[in-house]
């Protein structure tokens, strides 16, 4: 997931704040961090749609892999990678191609937010605290390569990541609770946690903690963000990457991958023998890979407008199906606990109480996203509908908020700046002015909207200093890992990425995060969203769900959407193909 991804973006620890793209599918499923966002960002704008080579367009290769189906599925995204090195990636275009080329020690197995063991055979704590970690590696692993994937190449590839640290990158989901990492044989590896941490085995499925060929990647230094000559034991392996541009704008462009004949782990066998993966500048590009038939599939990378469009026109075995799936992106309004007008709780509630959800995902993104009443996506567990509970699920009538902020003693009309980025979509735009019209109802507030364009320029502008500057800007949440506490921790914790002065008691996130099995933290997460809910720092608006196109002949995407938002391209298949 992941990694981040705003259309929408995920992120862990540092900020991931912005509008989504408007498309409930996680559209491009943006950056997970706020500087990576930047990079990220950049690397889009740079993508051109793609000139068809000789050769590129083959649906059919040879498969190195006994049994596999002798066809290739051509892939089309918006989301080009930035690096294939997992000690500095945080971007979902990256993440998506780790979670097809590199292993984990643990992953998701398709449908479950339960992790399950993938490179290793065996893992669990060895202790009653939750503070040592070990894993028994699958016998005989191979990297695609032939080289034995060992404890020792699990270990270089968790150290390095922590070594490096990219500021960028995503080390704290590694380095934050792991102490060292030791082997024991060949087979064998044991992680000594700082804390007692019950989220373990989900921090070893998601894209930070994939396995590299030790071999490939110097141990402290990063590659080069073109460097393909990398080598990991997932189903897949690379066998060519093709580039636009030169010097900082240069780009891939397509990534043509082959199935790997010494994979070994939990993926169901392949229902293809490659993927051919392209890449295009935006949604409106890949839209018309689609009707070109250029591509095969295109999975979240759709704008809302054309996803209503292609399930009116959908017709059961001809033309272009539409399938959709969780998205788990949670988007809200941050709102300044420390300076400005929304120092006053009043304030804060009143937005609450306004807000009309329904309009929102209605008017604003044809039904294509889902209203959200609380931190969590509904596919977690833990989640409550605290802001149902306290706020209740319609909007307030503006006559009994104003009796509400008479009583409190606020001064008619309340001047606030509502910041957010649209990158030009339509429905994020279309939200700004819905919300602008919800709030300055009978001369409660008035509103100055500041569409900053890009996700860089708002996090430059806003978010990038000690003290909150801002009224009140959009962001959209992606977790790196199904857990509560990666909704928790990154939104409201001590050092959070939001920035708007509020945090939640340390002392019960580490408390939740202790807990095992996870159903043991329910209370503490109900106690958590229901603070959140009567403190208003952040507001829910909407979650989003994932949408995929594809022509009438291909199958099995479904099967690729769920809350882990791990892309599973090999089964993905086509009918009538052996």
Known sequence: MGGCHITIFASLWTPCAGVPQGVAAQPTREIRNTMSAVKRLAA?????????????????????????????????????????????????????????????LMTYPPGSNTPAEDAAQKCGYTDTTDETYKCVLRPNMKFSNGDPLNAAAVKFSIDRVIAIADAQGPSPILSSTIKSVETQGDSTVVFHLKVPDATMPARLASGVASIIDPKTLQANKEAATDDTNVVGSGRYMIDSVSFTGSGANKQPSEVKLSLNPNYQ????????????????????????????????????????????????????????????????GIHMLALNTVAGPFTNPALRKAVAELVDRNAI???????????????????????????????????WTATKVKE???????????????????????????????????????????????????????????????????????????????????YVNP????????????????????????????????????????????????????????????????????????????????????????
């Open 265 to 328: 782990g939990a993926a169901s066998p392949p229902r293809n023998s490659g993927i051919d993966l392209k890449y295009y500048a935006d949604q409106t590009g890949t839209k018309k890979a689609l009707d070109s038939q250029d591509v095969d599939a295109v999975i979240a990378d759709l704008s809302a407008d054309d996803v209503v469009a292609m399930q009116q026109n959908q017709q059961l075995g001809t033309g272009l199906q539409v399938d959709s799936g969780p998205g788990g």
């Open 44 to 104: 889009l704008s740079c993508v051109g749609l793609i000139a068809t080579t000789t050769g590129c367009g083959s649906s059919k290769q040879g498969s190195s892999v006994a049994g596999a189906p002798n066809v290739v599925i051509k892939v089309g995204s918006a989301n080009a990678y930035s690096t294939l090195d997992p000690a500095q990636a945080y971007d979902i275009g990256a993440w998506d191609l780790y979670y097809n080329i590199y292993q984990g």
């Open 491 to 578: 939104l409201i914790g001590k050092r959070n990425i939001v920035f708007n002065g509020y945090a939640v008691s340390q002392s019960l996130i580490a408390k939740a995060l202790g807990k095992s099995p996870r159903l043991q933290a329910q209370g503490d997460y109900t106690t958590i969203q229901n603070d959140v809910a009567d403190y208003v720092p952040l507001i829910p608006l909407w979650e989003s769900s994932q949408f995929a196109a594809t022509q009438a002949d291909v199958t099995g995407v479904p099967l690729t959407m769920d809350s882990s938002g791990n892309p599973r391209w090999w089964m993905i298949g086509k009918n009538g193909t052996s």
């Open 361 to 395: 995902v209605s008017q604003a993104f044809n039904h294509t996203v889902n209203p959200a009443y609380t931190i969590l996506p509904a596919g977690i567990t833990d989640a409550t509908n605290s802001f149902a509970n306290t706020f209740g699920r319609q909007a």
């Open 404 to 486: 509400q902020l008479k009583k409190a003693g606020v001064t008619l009309p309340v001047t606030i700046t509502y910041s957010y980025y649209s990158r030009g979509d339509q429905a994020i735009t279309k939200e700004a002015q819905l919300l602008q019209q919800e709030l300055e109802q009978d001369g409660l507030f008035k509103v100055s909207l500041k569409d900053y364009m890009t996700h860089g320029k708002l996090a430059a502008a806003l978010l990038n200093v000690k003290k909150p500057i801002f009224d009140m800007y959009s962001l959209t949440w992606y977790s790196d890992y199904l857990d509560p506490d990666d």
